[in-house]
Structures are given as structure tokens and as C-alpha cells.
């Protein structure tokens, strides 16, 4: 079974916005790279996976859940990292992290303390004098404190510093040699190129190809 199956999605909010016929299965332990320009509906299709929006046409499943009437479930076995991060900015990040920590019923911190050292993140900060760098941050330790199995990343190095860059890179490799599945949208062809097994590029909301990252990296070389 796939841990990710998208199929036949549709979703037309007019005037040829939307996703159109998008299928795209992703199986356990792979790095699937969804890579476009902005507005193309890369985030239209991941808000979908997590169940926030309600297919006109097709279906999306993780695990096996229709994602759209198990959104609840999906959420917890999933690390979401959202493309605009929306903070609680009347909170120190230490605070909203114990909150959500927490809110998941997580006994054991040091995932999460192995997240915040490699990330460089200082806990004490109020979210609101926050730079958007360490906003982002603070959203990517939010994201996989709860060491999730399935990783959906939406434009994730946006606003990071080409060393933090660099670093979630790192991590995310890291990740995929642990057997995690992770599903990666960016409008950045090197970020995918570095990280995916497999690509697909979508343009206007329709997929135009799906292709094995190695096979691209050959026919370079």
C-alpha cells in the first residue's frame, strides 16, 4: 500500500485556478519531490493531503485514510510543515512548544531537544520579536517534535538562511535514511534535486511529467 495516494484529485476554483486530474503515489521510505512555480497548486494539492479541503473530483489517502474525514487522525501521524507560518505572537517559543508538546501527549523531549540544538533555536525568544528566519525555525521544530513517520513539506527552506538551508537539507536526508516517507513541494529545482527519489512537475495545477531523480542526474553527467 502507498503511504501516499492522490488520485485523478481535482479541484477548479475558475478561471484555471486549481488542480486538474493529479494522481501521484509515494511509498514508505521515499523522498517524493513536487516541484513548480508559485501559484502552479502545489500547496491546493498538500491541503488537500491534509484533509483542510474537499475534493470536487479524485481522491487522497495517507495510510490508507481518506484524508479529507480523517484529517484528525492524519494529523498526528503526519509532520506538517506549512508554506506561511501562523504563530501565536502573545507567546515565548519555549511555552508554545511545552503547549504543543503537550497538546500530542509526548512523554520523551529529546527528539524535540535534538531538534531545537540542531536548529539553533533559542526557546526563550517571544515569537513576536522574532525574526521570520527563527520563526520558521521555531515552526520546523513544531512540525516534528512528535518524530512523525510521514513528512509533508511546503516550500520548507523558505525564509531560512542558506546555512539553515543547507542544514534542513541535511535533515531531511537524514530522515529518508530512517525510512521516513516524505513528500517535498518547492518552486526550487536544487532543493529537490538534493533530497528527492522521484520528482514531479506540476504546471497550471496538471502534472506535465514524474521522472526518476537519478535518471536526470545520469543524463547530466
Sequence with gaps: MNDI??????????????????????????????????????????????????????????????????????????????????????????????????????????????????????????IKRMSLGVKRRLAVVNAFMHDPDILILDEPTSGLDPVMQQTFINYVLEEKQRGKMIFLSSHIFSEVDATCDRIAIIKDGRIASIFVSEELKNQRD
Excluded: W
Excluded at 18 to 27: A, K, L, M, Y
Design 5 to 126: 495516494n492522490i488520485s485523478h484529485l481535482t479541484k477548479d476554483y475558475g478561471h484555471n485556478r486549481g488542480v486538474f486530474d493529479v494522481s501521484i503515489q509515494v511509498d514508505k521510505g521515499e523522498c517524493f519531490g513536487f516541484l513548480g512555480p508559485n501559484g502552479a497548486g502545489k500547496t491546493t494539492t498538500i491541503r488537500h493531503l491534509m484533509g483542510f479541503s474537499k475534493p470536487q473530483e479524485g481522491s487522497c489517502e495517507i495510510c490508507g485514510l481518506e484524508c479529507f474525514t480523517n484529517s484528525a487522525t492524519i494529523k498526528n501521524k503526519v509532520g506538517y510543515l506549512p508554506g506561511e507560518v501562523e504563530l501565536p505572537e502573545n507567546m515565548k517559543g519555549d511555552a508554545f512548544l511545552k503547549m504543543m508538546f503537550e497538546m500530542r501527549h509526548l512523554q520523551d523531549d529529546s527528539y524535540l531537544n535534538m531538534l531545537i540544538e540542531k536548529f539553533d533555536f533559542n526557546p526563550k525568544q517571544s
